[in-house]
């Protein structure tokens, strides 16, 4: 919490007065810290568990302590202290993994590129100045390899609830501008500060192949940009051998030149990190197995969408891929009239029969978002794969273990096995099935509930649209919001809140009829608990209740504005 | 994948096309046989009524009355000509990205060896007008430009296997206006690049041969220290782009120059002489028969075009006797093409030497076949009809010096890669995959639709709402996409060749 230097703020004088009234309804020790009070034990009773590095196990028993999981099996005995959550009719998975995001990076979808990764990724970034214009391979152009996500992260980034809700407990995110953008960091998706979702600060090395300049700036082509690739790999291993000779004898020698860019490859390549290389056509797969045998790099490809056409050869160089869950598909804005070439149409329609085609091969594969909106489209793609050829075993450890294992983490996460971090997704059925819901999702040990958003039930009656001032009185006395909420014709209704503790968005809400409800998940210190506003609008004005975990109070409201405007 | 009958025609079209696509290799029992063909040998003159024995993707036997082995491929010629296949020395197709690294004045670094494409229509467009071989050159924005590729037109292989196993490495130089960029303008704010005239062009020359000498010379140094045993000497730099201009050096490396003027010309020969090397050929040439003397002296070939002039200020001088008149100083000459389009009827083009120049059907003929292959040191392989070369062949049904002749089949080491009959085939059953494949992708996107309307379907919370603009990724034969440029650039006359 801030704190000025003459003591404390308002706000947070304000915070304290509301915690103690939402949070612990006067019962809890003002110095009680809420995480303290977090659960942090569970059990998950007569539930099937499909552990990945095993068979599933029905009717069994996982307990969670501490954020790993602590036992698994039948007849495994319950400590006292868990939350014991009845698992009948549930099945546990391994919490998903995103093989290569952005997720945390706080990156807006880039307006300007072409596609997700694979296409518009490392393009980009700041117009070009004449003094960024790179002359050549010295000149570093687009390089910030020693970046690594973990460093960049932003903990209130929207799209790390978005992927956990949707069963996404881990992802490799990775910087996304330049040639050698950063390296990726595999992170959980829950916590409030970044440094809480780390798991791996440093896990992988991604290249690109977008040059930044055009005719104005080294590299300006394909081919300029791997040249560049291989210079920089051939300076790396040759300032590994300058450094070693030149600390054994540097009387002998002119001294080395330090060179940030080479120094953080060389470190890379020494903790074994894989190095990323783009690569979507069947002639870009093959270019890049090359490209990896140049620079002396296990061959790690990304996007890979027409693997379906060389995956024995990608299976010969021992190849692992990265594939792009974002199926490729006509552009929305493109001329109707336009003929396609057919091979185009090709590519179209194999593209998701691609990891089959890998799985058969027994080539190592994992899945990316490749620019997907959110979970459940990566779900549904993922569903097209498996409709395509793919077993869903071999589908699910692509979001798993095999992911995992590939950034060296699945020492500790990717399947649920004893000891390793208790990152588990809860779903009502087979996690592939088209009405499965996810129910709960473990990231690092820590519950999230997973509420599917409600339909209003009839069509609505008057709008909520529009600026609100609401009231409401609690054990400490009367307090004040406001709610700046946009309705749709449909009566969805969304917009944020703000309280005391901050401003929230709307996780979901609808007017039907003249009922509304809404949620938002606020923080009055510690962890975030859902709020949910019931009640009914009348004109400008709406009364109902708010109720939360342990809370419960009646709140009033009006629309100023809008009177104003009114009586105008 | 509900409908069979959809999936039943997909099935179909894509075992048809998978039959006829590439390597067309249905008959391959490694022996064919060509028959009561005339046969246009380049080298050995012409046989009426003649064979060819194909074996192991070789030419084994050429002549009259050659008896086809058993289990061979009989292929009836009568009526058609046979010639070797085209060799185009000047090409810019298969190449992925961008064909010129112009950001730099020297882009010996970079290679389109590194980026051919083999799904470019382009090498399946020019194999049916006869080309079996290319010589894949970067542009020619560059005084030293990056490192070509010869490649064999084998459609349907991958990168790897279309390269010219064996061919004498190269790389494009470029003189006058491209690499000086006349015709070209950077930006606002964005400062011209260095050389802006002839004479710069020749000091970015001059002074990259000065580097590669010395970066020799500290490989050199370095190894005589480590063979004198000495522990402690750090190796030089590996630099990718000195390495290819000390080859040149050594004589390893093919000099293919772009040039136009004979003034640039000269200088670029004398250059070349001053460092001990020699130009393999020049590219375009087009003011060379004002120079052929010194060009035949100094030992570089001309690949010249038929007929082009007058598209920029230094292609004036140009004309279309120019083929001709090399020739007839003793400059091996090819003609070339520089466009995918022109490819495909470089024999007309050569023919047009006969018109303009009085060359006879040989020398034509040869413009476009032995004497490309002797222009890129692979004529031991390819470009004429000997035994123990490459079955590199076309057929004709028309003398290829005529207006009339249309290629009927293409060979490329003994295997039809090229038949007019069954692309003709082709295109029925591609129609139908086309349309079977635009039904399947219909039918899906209204099943997905419906689903999405169904009651109670998942709705997505409006944070999951993608933001527009986020296109497919790309296909397998778009072009992969250039980063936006500005308007500039767009009308940049030349700047392939």
């Known amino acids: 919490m801030k704190q000025s230097k003459n003591g404390r703020s308002l706000p947070v004088v304000l915070a304290w007065v509301l915690l103690l009234a939402l949070g612990f309804g006067g019962l809890g020790s003002l110095q009680r810290s809420a995480s303290a009070d977090e659960p942090r034990y569970f059990a998950l009773q007569n539930i099937k568990v499909v552990p990945v590095s095993g068979p599933p196990i029905e009717g069994a028993t996982l307990v969670i302590a501490k954020g790993r999981i602590a036992a698994l099996g039948t007849g495994v005995a319950i400590p006292p202290e868990a939350w014991v959550i009845d698992g009948k009719g549930l099945t546990v998975y391994p919490g998903l993994f995103d093989a290569l995001s952005d997720i945390g990076l706080g990156v807006a979808a880039p307006a300007e590129s072409a596609g997700g990764r694979g296409a518009g990724r490392g393009a980009g970034g700041p117009a070009v100045t004449p003094e960024m214009i790179s002359r050549g391979p010295q000149d570093r152009p687009a390089s910030t390899p020693w970046l690594e996500a973990a460093d960049e992260l932003k903990a209130d980034d929207k799209k ?27 992170i959980d998706l829950a916590g409030e500060r970044p440094g809480d979702l780390v798991v791996k600060p440093a896990a992988s090395v991604e290249v690109t192949l977008n040059g930044p300049g055009g005719f104005f700036g080294f590299p300006g082509s394909l081919m300029g940009a791997i040249a ?130 890998l799985a058969k091969a027994g080539v190592r594969f994992a899945f990316y978002d490749g620019g997907l909106s959110g979970p459940k489209d990566m779900l549904k793609n993922v569903k097209k794969a498996i409709d395509a050829g793919l077993p869903p075993e071999a589908a699910l450890r692509a979001l798993s273990l095999t992911p995992a294992e590939i950034y060296g983490v699945a020492d500790r996460l990717g399947s649920i096995d004893v000891g390793k971090i208790a990152n588990l997704v809860v779903t009502d059925g087979d996690l592939f099935g088209e009405k499965t819901k996810i129910k709960l999702v473990f990231v690092d040990g820590r519950k999230f509930e997973i509420k599917e958003a409600e339909k209003p039930k009839e069509p609505p009656k008057g709008d909520l649209t529009g600026k609100w001032s609401l009231a409401f009185s609690t054990d400490q006395g009367q307090m004040q919001a406001t709610a700046d909420l946009a309705m749709s014709p449909g009566g969805s209704v969304s917009g944020t809140v703000t309280h005391p503790f901050g401003t929230s968005p709307l996780l979901s809400g609808y007017l039907s009829a003249n009922s509304f409800t809404f949620t938002i998940s606020a923080d009055p210190g510690g962890r975030p608990q859902e709020f949910t506003f019931s009640g009914t609008v009348e004109g400008n004005s709406i009364k109902g209740h708010i109720n939360g975990p342990g809370f419960a109070t009646e709140f009033t409201g009006t629309r100023p504005g809008a009177a104003l405007a009114a009586g105008e | 994948m509900k409908n069979p009958s959809v999936l039943g025609t997909i099935l179909l079209a894509g075992l048809f096309a998978g039959l006829l696509a590439p390597a067309l290799a249905a008959q391959d029992s490694g022996v064919t046989l060509i028959e009561n063909a005339t046969i246009l040998t380049v080298t050995k003159g012409t046989i009426e009524n003649g064979s060819i024995l194909i074996r192991n993707g070789k030419i084994a036997q050429v002549g009259k009355n050659i008896k086809a082995p058993e289990g061979a491929t009989v292929i009836d010629a009568k009526g058609m000509y046979v010639t070797a296949g085209i060799i185009d020395c000047h090409s810019h197709i298969a190449v992925e990205g961008n064909v010129n690294e112009g950001s730099v004045a020297v882009s010996s670094m970079v290679g389109v060896g590194d980026v051919i494409n083999p799904d470019d229509i382009d090498i399946y467009r020019d194999l049916a007008g006869g080309v079996t071989t290319a010589n894949v050159l970067h542009g020619s924005a560059n005084p030293i430009g990056g490192l070509n590729q010869v490649i064999k037109l084998r459609w349907g292989k991958d990168a790897e296997e279309l390269k010219f196993e064996g061919a004498p490495p190269g790389i494009k130089f470029a ?57 402690a000497a750090i190796p030089p730099r590996r630099d990718l782009k000195l390495e290819p201009l000390v080859e040149v050096l050594e004589g390893k490396r093919y000099v293919h120059s772009h040039c136009y003027r004979a003034d640039e010309i000269l200088q670029l020969m004398r250059l070349a002489e001053e460092f001990g090397f020699r130009i393999r050929t020049l590219q375009h040439v087009l003011e060379g028969y004002r120079v052929a003397d010194e060009i035949a002296a100094h ?83 390819v470009g004429s009809i000997e035994p123990g070369k490459d079955a590199d062949l076309v057929i004709y049904n028309h ?68 933001p527009d603009g986020a296109a497919p990724p790309q296909g397998k034969d778009e072009k992969p996409k250039e980063p936006p440029k500005p308007p500039q650039q767009v009308a940049v006359a030349g700047f392939l060749d």
């Open chain 1, 160 to 186: 790390i609830e978005t992927w956990r809700s949707g069963g996404f407990t881990t992802a490799l995110s990775t910087p996304t501008r330049g040639l050698f953008p950063g390296q990726g960091s595999v």
């Open chain 2, 175 to 231: 003189l006058g206006e491209n690499p000086k960029r006349n015709n070209f303008n950077p930006p606002p704010g964005i400062p011209r690049r260095y050389p802006e005239s002839r004479m710069g062009v020749m000091d970015v020359i001059r002074q990259a041969f000065v580097d590669a000498r010395e970066y020799k010379k500290s490989w050199d140094e370095y190894n005589k220290r480590v063979a004198a045993g000495d522990k």
């Open chain 2, 399 to 466: 003398h290829p010096l005529s207006v009339y002749a249309v290629a009927q089949k293409v060979f490329i080491d003994g295997h039809i890669y090229f038949d007019r009959e069954k692309d003709l085939a082709m295109r029925e059953a591609q129609a139908a995959e086309r349309k079977a494949l635009l039904e399947k992708a219909k039918k899906a996107a209204e099943a997905e639709k419906k689903a999405g309307e169904k009651p109670g379907a998942d709705r997505k919370p409006d944070s999951e709402k993608k």
């Open chain 2, 299 to 381: 030992g570089a070939g001309g690949s010249t075009f038929s007929d082009w002039w007058a598209y920029k200020m230094e292609a004036y001088e140009a004309i279309p006797y120019n083929a001709a008149m090399m020739t007839r100083r003793g400059v091996i000459v090819s003609v070339n093409s520089d466009s995918a389009e022109e490819a495909r009827h470089l024999n007309q083009e050569a023919a047009k030497t006969m018109k303009y120049g009085g060359m006879t059907e040989d020398e034509a003929l040869r413009m476009v076949t032995i004497n490309p292959a002797i222009q890129l040191g692979i004529d031991k392989r």
């Open chain 1, 228 to 357: 560049y690739i291989e210079q920089v790999y051939l300076d790396a291993e040759q300032d590994t051998a300058a450094q070693r000779i030149y600390a054994a004898a540097p009387r002998a020698n002119e001294r080395p030149d330090y060179d940030r860019v080479l120094r953080a490859l060389e470190a890379a390549q020494a903790a074994g990190e894989p190095v990323l290389i783009p690569a979507n056509t069947s002639p870009q797969i093959l270019r890049g197995l090359v490209l990896a045998e140049k620079i002396k790099a296990r061959p790690v490809l990304y996007g890979v969408q027409q693997g379906y056409a060389v995956a024995t050869a990608l299976a010969g160089k021992q190849a692992v891929a990265l594939v792009n869950a974002k199926w490729p598909e006509r552009e929305k804005d493109a001329d109707p009239e336009a003929e396609e070439p057919l091979r185009t149409l090709r590519a179209r329609d194999r593209a998701p029969g691609t990891p089959a085609a």
